[in-house]
């Protein structure tokens, strides 16, 4: 499979560019899906989906959020079957999507939610050397937490070739952070098991090597993939590092509780309607998932 798609001409890609981050944009703005945008980029050309994810996520930074981290997507080799691909993606973290702090989960900011539980990593070093190994990628981990991650999609149906959902930020919505943070001294990233529920019952469960065989491994790939983007990761940024086990559709009112052995648990409670006084959904995001209940990272 190529990754190249035409239009060659420069100006045909930028033109591509610009109407696919205007659908992706006007959908979260006015909370309603959109057509797929592989018709603008073609279903492979990964590097031109980038280009119109950067252009979105500058968008909401030129608006005021802040990056605090990244996401990483399509760690699943199931999902990555299913749309074609043989490479996980990522999306970015801007503080607007951190909804940690708040009492509920505000349905209101999201269009087709499922919930995926995931270890995030919290970084106390930068990872921007040229010699990046899990050596060097594990101790520039501060600590990690169980985290749920909230992916959401712009396309209508989730209808989502590996274009359209890398172009919507990788699918991203909102995180949940624990409370409980671990350093990788006191447990082993793969060797972590999964159990999410649902509103009280069982809805997912899996472990560490859903995620690329190993989340450090995943967070080694995203060093070297953000390096290569010219924007290598931070001290001090939070990685969800891709999900453990199968997501969960999250429909207003619902409550979702993921345990995650050696880090704790996790909670969160989705608001029982859309809210017209909650917060704007910002105007992109993104994190993968497939049309399906079945694994999104």
């Known amino acids: 499979m190529t990754d190249v798609w035409e239009p060659t001409a420069v100006a045909d890609r930028e033109t591509a560019v610009a109407e696919a981050a205007a659908r992706l944009a006007r959908a979260a703005r006015d ?45 699943s080799p199931s999902v990555q079957r299913q749309v074609g691909v043989d490479r996980p993606d990522f999306g970015v973290l801007l503080d607007d999507m951190d909804v940690t702090a708040l009492p509920a989960v505000p349905s209101g900011r999201l269009l087709q939610p499922r919930a995926e539980a995931e270890i995030a990593f919290v970084l106390a070093a930068d990872l921007d050397t040229d010699d990046l190994d899990l050596a060097r990628v594990r101790s520039a981990v501060g600590h990690a937490v169980a985290a749920l991650e909230i992916v959401d999609s712009r396309v209508a149906g989730w209808d989502i070739a590996i274009t359209d ?20 001294d006191e447990f082993e990233p793969r060797e972590v098991t999964m159990r999410l529920y649902a509103d ?59 345990e995650l052995s050696g880090l704790g648990s996790v909670t969160a409670a989705f ?25 999104h990272g």
């Not at 119109?52 to 605090?68: F, K, S």
């Open 200 to 258: 009280g019952k069982l809805a997912s469960e899996g472990d560490g090597t859903a995620c690329l065989g190993d989340p450090l491994a995943a967070l080694l790939w995203l060093a070297r993939t953000a390096r290569e983007f010219g924007d290598p990761l931070r001290a001090g940024q939070v990685v969800l590092s891709g999900a453990l086990g199968p997501l969960v559709p999250t429909p207003p009112g619902t409550t979702v509780r993921a």
């Open 165 to 184: 959902t890398v172009a919507d930020n990788a699918s991203s919505g909102l995180f949940v952070l624990g409370r409980q943070a671990v350093g990788l």
């Open 31 to 75: 909370h309603s899906p959109c057509a797929p945008v592989r018709d603008l980029l073609g279903p492979a050309d990964i590097g031109l989906a980038y280009a119109v994810q950067r252009r979105l996520v500058a968008d909401r930074i030129a608006a005021g959020a802040r990056v605090v981290g990244r996401k990483i997507g399509l760690t």
């Open 271 to 295: 608001t029982p309607q859309e809210d017209p006084a909650a917060p704007a959904a910002p105007e992109d995001t993104a994190a993968l998932d497939a049309p399906e209940a079945k694994e």
